[in-house]
């Protein structure tokens, strides 16, 4: 894993050395939700991020994440920042590499890994295989998404993700719908659940977008280990 830490850092210095001033903006989106578990809402989470991708020519790029989570039940504010390299095989098609920090209460954990994204018609795919590192230990982590707008604004989605922590493993899976304001702006709700070693616990949330740029949106959503937590 070293070694492909390594591959991912010079793919994002390369990324970052290049021209910024021929770099143009394409996307981007501000984000605001809430979520918690249904059986005790105070143990809730709010987050409010925001991403914005460039372009150094036609196939390369770079996207920024950059969120706050407010732990109501942890009395915690935990931030992430998270930069991706991205190259793009097509209009619809893009691969890429991430290396992100999570940090919280003093503490900071490293993520990193590879990402690949698909866009058809009015939805989408994507997927990820990460590496998260701090000083006490490391773990894996995966996901998937996707979904897709149906008409007059209602779109439908879904997504899992898992991670594995020095013997400790957890699953989040949920199924979101939306509804568009407008061109840029969409409302969505989400349930789902969180599975841990210990047992299952069920998830709501809900939340707004505002995506802007010439392809009003990103190609890649955010990498953090925060995402894996609905509440807490």
């Known amino acids: 894993m070293q070694v ?3 591959h991912i850092l010079a793919i994002l210095g390369f990324i970052l050395t290049a021209s910024v ?4 903006m394409t996307g981007g989106q501000v984000k605001l939700s809430q979520s918690g578990f249904t059986d005790d809402f105070s143990v809730a989470k709010t987050n409010i991020s925001g991403s914005v991708e460039l372009a150094f020519g036609p196939q390369f790029g770079m996207q920024m994440d950059l969120g706050v989570n407010m732990l109501n039940f942890a009395d915690e ?6 930069t991706h390299g991205t190259y793009k095989l097509g209009d619809s098609t ?3 590499a991430f290396y992100g920090m999570d940090a919280v209460n003093g503490g900071r954990t490293d993520v990193y890994g590879v990402e690949a994204a698909q866009n058809f018609g009015t939805g989408g795919v994507q997927g990820y295989l990460g590496r998260a590192e701090d000083g006490d230990g490391s773990g894996t982590v995966l996901g998937v998404s996707g979904g897709m707008v149906m008409g007059n ?3 439908i989605g879904g997504s899992l993700d898992h991670g594995s922590f ?3 493993s957890l699953t989040r899976y949920g199924l979101r719908g939306s509804f568009g304001l407008g ?3 969409k409302m969505f709700a989400e349930l789902g659940a969180l599975n841990t070693d210990t047992g299952s616990e069920t998830y709501a949330k809900i939340g707004a977008t505002y995506n802007f ?3 009003s949106g990103l190609m890649f959503g955010d990498r953090s280990l925060f995402n894996l937590l609905p509440g807490l």
Request: hydrophobic letters at 35%; aromatic letters at 4%; a negative charge.
């Open 153 to 155: 604004g209602v779109g």
């Open 77 to 82: 504010t935990a931030t992430n920042f998270v």
């Open 4 to 6: 492909l830490s390594k």
């Open 213 to 215: 740029g010439t392809n």
């Open 21 to 24: 001033a021929q770099a143009e």
């Open 166 to 168: 020095d013997g400790a």
């Open 94 to 96: 893009a691969l890429g």
């Open 183 to 185: 061109d840029s702006s």
